[in-house]
């Protein structure tokens, strides 16, 4: 009776499949970008092709800790790109990724 239980787990586990900390990753992905201040970022970064942060909090009227953590974000999940120049750091939007998430979000929708 043991053995019989032990095989049905390992049968029930290998036809689940759940892997937690992607759908974790794959959510905290999902969130950077569904949060209407870093909309709001990324398409202040857009129209202007390159941004500091500065530029960025002075523009949207946010204190400098605000906008730096909601870019913090959004560099992680990799919908900003940096490039540093000097002391001043730009940021640009990483179209390619941000293509990539809308066709995996399409492809889920279907």
């Given at each position: 009776?043991?053995?019989?239980?032990?095989?049905?787990?390992?049968?029930?586990?290998?036809?689940?499949?759940?892997?937690?900390?992607?759908l974790?990753k794959a959510?905290?992905?999902?969130?950077?970008?569904?949060?209407?201040?870093?909309?709001?970022?990324?398409?202040?970064?857009?129209?202007?092709?390159?941004?500091?942060v500065?530029?960025?909090?002075?523009?949207?009227?946010?204190?400098?800790?605000?906008?730096s953590?909601?870019?913090?974000i959004?560099?992680?999940?990799?919908?900003?790109?940096?490039?540093?120049?000097?002391?001043?750091?730009?940021?640009s939007?990483?179209?390619?990724?941000?293509?990539?998430?809308?066709g995996?979000?399409?492809?889920?929708?279907?």
């Open positions: 009776m043991t053995n019989e239980l032990s095989e049905l787990t390992v049968a029930t586990t290998s036809e689940l499949r759940i892997d937690v900390i992607q974790k959510a905290l992905i999902l969130r950077a970008v569904n949060h209407k201040l870093r909309q709001q970022i990324m398409k202040l970064i857009h129209q202007s092709d390159k941004m500091t500065t530029e960025i909090y002075v523009k949207l009227r946010l204190e400098q800790s605000v906008a953590q909601h870019l913090a959004l560099r992680k999940a990799g919908f900003v790109n940096t490039v540093r120049d000097g002391k001043f750091i730009y940021y939007v990483n179209q390619a990724r941000l293509d990539q998430v809308h995996i979000v399409h492809d889920l929708l279907k």
